[in-house]
């Protein structure tokens, strides 16, 4: 059977396309560092332009926004150390109290029901003592012992965390250059088609960007002036933390939801702090699922909560922890894709015989 000269190209292009696939899988362990650059670069060199326009030197105003991105991440994290240097000893002396507790009310409420249920609170404390009455340099000794940290994997760690700005710094730098020479390569037939597609694609990522920036902000005000009034005394901490951790969906609600529970058991010990927790987080997730990510996002991505979760887990096997953080933008451009060629199936011969 003879090809004709569109269905050459269509397998051409699809040869490339599943070769470029095969490519990025296996060198999804050395590309990790570079995508994540290339997502920073994209939605930081409007911040470059900006100042670079203000005749700012184009290194010198890259410098800066790489520097600015750096102390806030930095203090994102630091954010965490306060939580759990004051927790943890509290919890070591807690949890056995909490199991003579669980024991001597809630197991007799149980076996009344039927429940055969039982806690060795002996056996709970050793446990406790065993791994949590250790202090900072025990567990970072612990860790560099182990074969799997103490080896290559820690190289690897290191190597990304100092490549990650060296890349970032080169790509926000040369970005203007770089679109310039990547739309030179686009044949001349598909311009129209191509400049279309990418510009509906830079104004779903813009979008959700903004909004997201947005939602992380007001959502960081929120929890921390909830928990203010419910009388946490981590509340700035926890709920700056809750707020910022928002942009990796799921994750960061839960671990946000799981340090406030901590933190009212410690601090309250009794049924309080669980209920204000509940009614804090419960409130807040109806803010944000149903005002202020419908306003302020716009659900441009168009995705729905399965395949959110699913987006999350294929991304977070291929890239790691990297993958999480940039599967919600990339699949935004997968959807795009998708109702392009959606509608080119339409209006195709195949689908209207």
């Known amino acids: 059977m003879t090809l004709t000269t569109h269905q050459r190209h269509a397998l051409a292009w699809t040869a490339l396309a599943i070769a470029a696939f095969a490519l990025l899988w296996l060198l999804s362990p050395v590309l990790a560092p570079f995508i994540l650059a290339a997502v920073l670069a994209y939605a930081l060199a409007p911040a470059v332009g900006a100042l670079a326009r203000r005749r700012v030197p184009r290194a010198m105003a ?35 109290l909490m ?62 965390l100092v490549l990650l700005p060296v890349v970032l710094f080169y790509l926000l730098y040369d970005w203007e250059r770089l679109l310039a020479q990547g739309w030179q390569l686009v044949p001349l037939r598909v311009r129209e088609s191509a400049g ?44 700056v933390f809750t707020g910022l951790a928002v942009f990796i969906p799921y994750l960061g609600f839960g671990t946000g939801l799981v340090l406030a529970l901590l933190a009212a058991v410690l601090q309250f010990g009794d049924l309080y702090g669980l209920l204000a927790v509940a009614g804090v987080y419960g409130l807040g997730q109806l803010l944000e699922s149903f005002l202020l990510t419908p306003r302020l996002v716009g659900e441009r991505i168009g995705l729905s909560p399965l395949m959110v979760i699913f987006a999350l887990l294929a991304f977070g096997h291929l890239f790691g922890f990297v993958g999480v953080l940039i599967a919600l933008p990339v699949s935004a451009l997968g959807v795009v894709a998708a109702r392009r060629l959606r509608d080119a199936y339409l209006k195709s011969p195949l689908y209207q015989g």
């Not at 197991?107 to 250790?134: C, E, M, R, T």
């Not at 813009?206 to 203010?228: E, K, N, T």
Request: glycine content about 6%; hydrophobic content about 55%; charged content about 10%.
């Open 196 to 239: 279309s597609f990418l510009k509906e694609c830079d104004q779903m990522l813009g979008q959700y960007l903004r909004g997201q920036i947005l939602v992380m902000l007001l959502l960081a005000v929120y929890y921390s002036a909830a928990l203010g009034l419910a009388r946490f005394q981590l509340a700035l901490p926890i709920g």
């Open 99 to 160: 199991a003579a507790a669980l024991n001597e009310h809630v197991v007799p409420w149980l076996q009344s029901h039927g429940v055969n249920a039982s806690l060795d609170a002996a056996s709970i404390k050793a446990f406790v003592l065993k791994y949590l009455d250790a202090n900072v340099e025990d567990w970072i000794a612990t860790g560099l012992s182990s074969a799997r940290i103490g080896g290559s994997f820690l190289l690897a760690i290191v190597g990304n």
């Open 62 to 96: 890259v410098a800066i926004v790489e520097l600015v991105l750096i102390l806030v991440v930095t203090i994102a994290l630091l954010l965490v150390i306060p939580i759990l240097s004051k927790e943890l000893p509290l919890l070591k002396q807690q949890i056995p």
